[in-house]
C-alpha cells in the first residue's frame, strides 16, 4: 500500500498453490469517491473474457471474498456476469433474523450450537437459514476455527449449497490470506508511505 492507496486482488489458488491473476492500486476505503465494488466487476469482466480466449470458463469456478465491499447490488452483478458459487466472509455487524430472532452476528456467534466435525468438515460447524435487511434470505455457515474464534461465511451462490460444499470452497481462502500476507511481508508494503 502507498499512502492513499490500497491494493485490489485476485488470486487463483490450485493444488495448494495461490497465483495472483490480476492486481490493481485503488483508492483507500473512505477517500475520494471509493468504488472497489466497480473495480472488482472491471477487473474480473477482464479476467472472464481473457480465459474464455482460451476455452476457460472462468464462472464455473467458486468466487470467495473478504467482506470489505460485500453488498447486495454487487452480488446482482456477480449473478449477471455468471458466477454461481460465491462464498463470502461475513462480519460481526451484521444483523440477521434466526428462527424469528433477531440479532447481530456477533452474538449468533456466540449463541448457536454448532454441531461436532461431520463428513467433509473438519471443524465445528452450523448451517442455518437467516433472513437479512441488506441481503434477504440467505444461507448461512458459523464455524469454529480454534477454541477461542468463531466466524461465518455467507452463502451469496445461485443456489443453495449443503455446509460441506461452503466448507470445501472456504478452505481455500487460507491460502490467499497466506499469500497476502506473504507479499507484505516481502515487499514491506505495510511500511510504504
Known sequence: MI??????????????IA??????????????NTKKADLFIFMLSRLKAAFASEGIDLTTLPLTMDSWFVSQPLRER???LGFTKIIIAGKSNYTFTIDGKKQDASQWKKDLLLHDPTWGIDVPS???QGH????????LFFFQKSTTRSYYLMNFSQVSMRGAEIWHI??????IEYFWKM?????????MQ
Do not use: E
Not at 132 to 139: E, L, N, R, V
Open 3 to 16: 499512502r492513499g492507496q490500497d491494493l485490489l486482488g485476485i488470486v487463483f489458488t490450485s493444488n495448494h
Open 19 to 32: 497465483l495472483p491473476l490480476h492486481l490493481l492500486f485503488c483508492p483507500k476505503q473512505g477517500r475520494y
Open 78 to 80: 456477480l449473478h449477471r
Open 126 to 128: 452450523c448451517r442455518v
Open 132 to 139: 437479512s435487511p441488506t441481503f434477504g434470505s440467505i444461507i
Open 170 to 175: 472456504w478452505k481455500q481462502h487460507h491460502l
Open 183 to 191: 507479499l507484505k511481508s516481502i515487499f514491506h508494503i505495510r511500511a
